[in-house]
């Protein structure tokens, strides 16, 4: 971490591990609606309260910045969860054939 430091690297650090979570949570969102449904959007509320209740409660930056870049991912898959569900319906997706309808 000195070496991240010393050379001024911070931010590249944080945007390198906001692009991952971001990009974690494109597939996240695609296979939740696949298996599970829209009812996939309560799993990323409690993600997103857990990512939110760690980010206040740790004093390390990274792991709070890390931590509140998650919490807001999941905040946000919530909203994709339901659009995805239409991308389906559209047909630009597959839908699970053994996924009950509800």
């Known amino acids: 971490m000195d070496f991240i430091i010393s050379h001024h690297l911070q931010g590249l650090l944080i945007g390198a591990l906001?692009?991952?979570v971001i990009g974690l949570f494109h597939p996240l969102v695609i296979k939740a609606e696949?298996?599970?449904g829209t009812r996939a959007w309560f799993l990323f509320l409690l993600m997103g309260i857990v990512g939110a209740i760690v980010s206040v409660c740790t004093?390390?930056?990274l792991l709070?910045?890390?931590a509140g870049v998650f919490a807001?991912?999941?905040f946000w898959g919530i909203l994709e969860v339901?659009?995805?569900a239409e991308?389906?319906?559209k047909g630009w997706f597959p839908a699970n054939p053994k996924k009950k309808k509800r």
């Open 18 to 20: 906001t692009f991952l």
């Open 34 to 36: 696949y298996y599970i």
């Open 59 to 61: 004093q390390h930056p």
């Open 64 to 66: 709070s910045i890390v």
């Open 72 to 74: 807001f991912s999941s």
């Open 82 to 84: 339901f659009e995805q």
């Open 87 to 89: 991308r389906v319906r």
